[in-house]
RNA sequence: CGGGGGGUGGCGCAGUUGGUAGCGCGCCUGGUUUGGGACCAGGAGGCCGGGGGUUCAAGUCCCCCCUCCCCGACCA
C-alpha cells in the first residue's frame, strides 16, 4: 500500500527541539522519528520504527548468514545468576533492580552474559553441540548517571549481542573472526563508515578485543589512527614502546636544589632556566624535563585498598581512564589529605622517586612510564618540602617496580607499530567484538564432555551492536543542513512522491500512477497527499524526512514532464511522465 | 556525584517595581492562495515543573523537591 502522508502519524517541527543538541537527536525529533518519553527513554514513532526495523533486519540477515540462531529472553532477570558472577554488587547504581509482591529480587538486564551461559549450559553437555552462536536483539537497562545525546546513550537501547561457545581457542578464534567478518558486512550496508582498533592492552595479544567506531565528532570514545600503517587503538588501549637505555655516564651526580614557590610544572622549569647555577648546557629545560609522581588509590573488588605511584614526563598528565583500564578491576580513587598524613614519607608537591618504591620509606608500588629510559636524568621532586632534585637518574640514582603506560596520549605521538605520528580521533562505538574466554563459563559452571570424556569448560565470545545507537550514527552519518538522508536500504521509504502547486486533478492523478507504479516495482512508497500545504511546506518536509529519492508532480504535468530529485547526490532531473517510474527506480537503485 | 544553564498552550520564546498570562509557529472554522516553510477574518488550547511559605494579592519573593540540557566524574 501507498502510504499517504496525510494518514501518517507524524508531525515534523519547524524549530529544533531545544533539549536536543547532537544533530542525530535534533533531525530525529524534528522529522519526527523519535520522541522522549523517559529519561533516556525515547518512543519510535512510524518512521522511526521503520527505520529501526530495517537495522534490525540487516543485522538479523547477516548474523543467519554465518549460522547464528535468534533467541528472546524476559527482560525481567532473576537475581542469582547475576550474583553468582558477582554482578549484582559489582554493576552498583547502573543496574535497574526491582522487587516482586514477595520482595524477590529483579534486574532489569544490562547485559546477558550470565542468561546465554545458563541457557547453553541447560540443554548442551557434549563437544559435539558446540560450536553454537546465539544472540538476541533486545532492550538493555543501564541506569546511566548522565544519559545525552538522544538514543546516542540512552537508559533503556535496543541491542543485538551474539555469543558463541566453543571447546577451545582454535574454536573461539573462528567464532570470533566468523562475527568480525560479519559486522564488516553489517556496517557497510548500514552505510557506516568505522574504524575497527583495539581495545585492549597487547598483553593479551592484540585480537582478543576490538572496537567499531564510526569516526564522529559527537562520539564519546577516543582512538588513535597511524597515517602509514594500520595502526588504530583505542586511546585505553595504545601501548607506547619501552625507550631505549641512555648512557649516562657524563651526567653529573644528582643535586638537591631550593625550590620555593614551584607549585606548578611550569614554575618550576622556570625556576631552573632562571638560576645560573642550574642552567642547561644548552638550551632551555623543558616540562618534558621533569618527572611528574602522581599517587592514586587502588580499590580492589575484594575491598582491600592500596596506594600506587605513578611516574610520568612533567608534560603529560595522567590518562585516568587509561590508568584504569590498565589496574582494572580495580577502581581508581583519589589520594587525599588523610592518605598522605598516613603515609608521612610523602611530601605533598614534592613526591620524588627516592620515597617511593616497595624498596624505599614510603613502601609504596611504583611504577614509571615506558618513555622514561634507564639512564635517563630528570628533575624530580626531594622528598622535602621546598626542594627538588636534579640529574637524578633512572637506573642509577633510583629503581622502579615495573613499568605502566597511562600518560595521556597526545596528537602526534609515534606509532608504537612504525614510529610515524598518530592522530587522535573521535567515534562512536557501533560494535565491539571480544574474546570473553572461560570467565562466564567457570564461574557458572558450563562445562561438556570432550572426545575423552572429560569435563572442560567451554570457552566464549561476545559480540554486541547497539541497534538504536545505530540507528542514531546513521542519521549522524547521513544528513546535511536540510535534514536527513537515509541510505537505501535503511530508509523508512525508497520513495518520496510529492504533489505541488495549483492542481486540476491531473497533478494528483499523475502523482498516484507515479507512486503505485514504483510500488509494484517493489518499492516501499510514500505520497505527500496534504491538501491546501504549499509546495515550499512539501519540499521542506520531504527534505527533512530523507527519504533517498524525491518525485515531484507539479506545475511540469501540464507540458508532460515531473522530476526526479535524489536526495543523496542532489541532482533533480526532469522528465517525461512516462519515463518517471523508470528513471525513479534507477535513482534509487543508485542512491 | 561536582560545576553551569533551563522548566510559562503541541513547538520556539517574552513576561517590568508582586496587581486580569502574552507573542510567533502549529491546530480548528470560513474565505483567498498553490514551485521553496502563503494571506485575511474568526476560534480553541495554560495547575506558569511539584510541594510548602511570605503577602490583601505570587509566573514574579523565600525554602524544599522533581526534571531537562551542557562540561567534568562515572560508564560490559
Not at 538514543?151 to 566468523?178: N, V
Not at 632534585?389 to 642509577?396: E, I
Not at 509546495?535 to 511540469?556: C, H, N, S, T, Y
Not at 507540458?559 to 543523496?568: A, S
Amino acid at each position: 500500500m501507498v502510504q499517504r502522508l496525510s494518514q501518517l502519524f507524524v508531525r515534523t517541527l519547524r524549530d529544533n527541539p531545544v533539549d536536543a543538541e547532537v544533530p542525530s537527536h535534533r533531525l530525529l525529533v524534528r522529522a519526527g522519528y523519535i520522541r522522549r518519553a523517559a529519561p533516556g527513554g525515547y518512543t519510535w514513532l512510524p518512521l522511526g520504527w521503520r527505520v529501526y526495523q530495517n537495522v534490525a533486519r540487516v543485522i538479523r540477515e547477516e548474523m543467519d548468514a554465518i549460522g547464528a540462531q535468534e533467541v528472546h529472553f524476559p527482560a525481567m532477570l532473576p537475581r542469582e545468576p547475576y550474583e553468582a558472577t558477582g554482578r549484582w554488587t559489582d554493576y552498583g547504581d547502573n543496574l535497574f533492580r526491582l522487587q516482586d509482591r514477595r520482595k524477590v529480587d529483579y534486574l532489569l538486564g544490562p547485559t546477558h552474559e550470565e542468561m546465554f551461559t545458563l541457557l547453553v549450559k541447560d540443554l548442551y553437555s557434549s563437544y559435539k553441540d558446540l560450536p553454537v552462536w546465539l544472540y538476541q536483539i533486545q532492550d538493555k537497562f543501564r541506569d546511566e548517571a548522565r544519559p545525552r545525546g538522544g538514543l546516542l546513550r540512552g537508559r533503556e537501547f535496543s541491542m543485538k549481542d551474539s555469543y558463541s561457545f566453543d571447546i577451545d581457542d582454535e574454536g573461539l578464534q573462528r567464532s570470533y573472526d566468523a562475527h568480525r567478518d560479519a559486522y564488516v558486512r553489517i556496517f557497510d550496508r548500514l552505510g557506516l563508515p568505522y574504524v575497527i582498533v583495539s581495545a585492549m592492552s597487547g598483553a593479551m595479544g592484540g585480537s582478543a578485543s576490538e572496537e567499531f567506531l564510526f569516526p564522529c565528532d559527537v562520539g564519546e570514545d577516543t582512538f588513535v589512527q597511524c597515517a602509514s600503517c594500520h595502526y588504530s587503538a583505542n586511546t585505553e588501549a595504545v601501548r607506547v614502546g619501552a625507550a631505549s637505555p641512555i648512557d649516562h655516564s657524563s651526567t653529573p651526580a644528582q643535586r638537591v636544589v631550593d625550590t620555593p614557590n614551584t607549585p606548578t610544572i611550569q614554575t618550576l622549569v622556570d625556576l631552573f632556566n632562571g638560576r645560573d647555577d642550574l642552567r642547561r648546557t644548552s638550551g632551555q629545560w623543558q616540562a618534558s624535563d621533569t618527572l611528574k609522581n602522581v599517587v592514586v588509590m587502588l580499590r580492589h573488588p575484594d575491598g582491600r585498598i592500596e596506594p600506587l605511584a605513578v611516574g610520568v614526563p612533567g608534560d603529560r598528565e595522567v590518562d585516568m581512564k587509561r590508568l584504569e583500564a590498565q589496574v582494572s578491576p580495580a577502581e581508581v580513587q583519589p589520594f587525599e589529605e588523610a592518605d598522605f598524613a598516613k603515609h608521612p614519607a610523602l611530601v605533598k608537591g614534592y613526591i620524588g622517586p627516592g620515597a617511593l618504591g616497595t624498596k624505599n620509606a614510603s613502601g609504596i608500588k611504583y611504577l614509571l612510564d615506558p618513555r622514561i629510559a634507564i639512564g635517563s636524568e630528570w628533575i624530580t621532586g626531594a622528598d622535602q618540602a621546598g626542594k627538588h632534585v636534579m640529574h637524578l637518574v633512572n637506573g642509577r640514582d633510583f629503581e622502579a617496580d615495573g613499568v605502566i603506560d597511562v600518560a595521556e596520549v597526545r596528537d602526534d605521538d609515534t606509532c608504537p607499530q612504525c614510529g610515524s605520528a598518530l592522530e587522535i580521533r573521535r567515534g562512536i562505538e557501533i560494535g565491539h567484538v571480544f574474546q570473553l574466554g572461560r570467565k562466564y563459563a567457570e564461574t557458572l559452571d558450563l562445562q561438556v564432555l570432550d572426545q575423552n570424556g572429560k569435563q572442560r569448560v567451554v570457552t566464549m565470545g561476545s559480540y554486541g551492536i547497539g541497534v538504536s545507537r545505530a540507528v542514531a550514527a546513521i542519521a549522524e552519518a547521513s544528513h546535511d543542513e536540510l535534514g536527513l538522508r537515509w541510505p537505501r536500504e535503511i530508509a523508512p521509504f525508497d520513495a518520496h512522491v510529492v504533489i505541488a502547486g495549483k492542481d486540476d486533478g491531473s497533478i494528483t492523478q499523475t502523482a498516484n500512477q507515479i507512486a503505485e507504479g514504483l510500488q509494484s516495482n517493489g518499492m516501499r512508497v510514500v505520497l505527500d497527499d496534504r491538501v491546501g500545504v504549499s509546495p515550499g511546506v512539501k519540499f521542506k518536509d520531504a527534505e527533512l524526512l530523507g527519504m533517498p529519492v524525491v518525485v515531484v508532480a507539479g506545475r511540469g504535468v501540464a507540458n508532460g514532464v515531473v522530476e526526479v530529485r535524489n536526495r543523496i547526490t542532489g541532482t533533480t532531473t526532469e522528465t517525461p511522465i512516462d519515463q518517471a517510474v523508470s528513471l525513479a527506480l534507477a535513482e534509487i537503485a543508485k542512491a
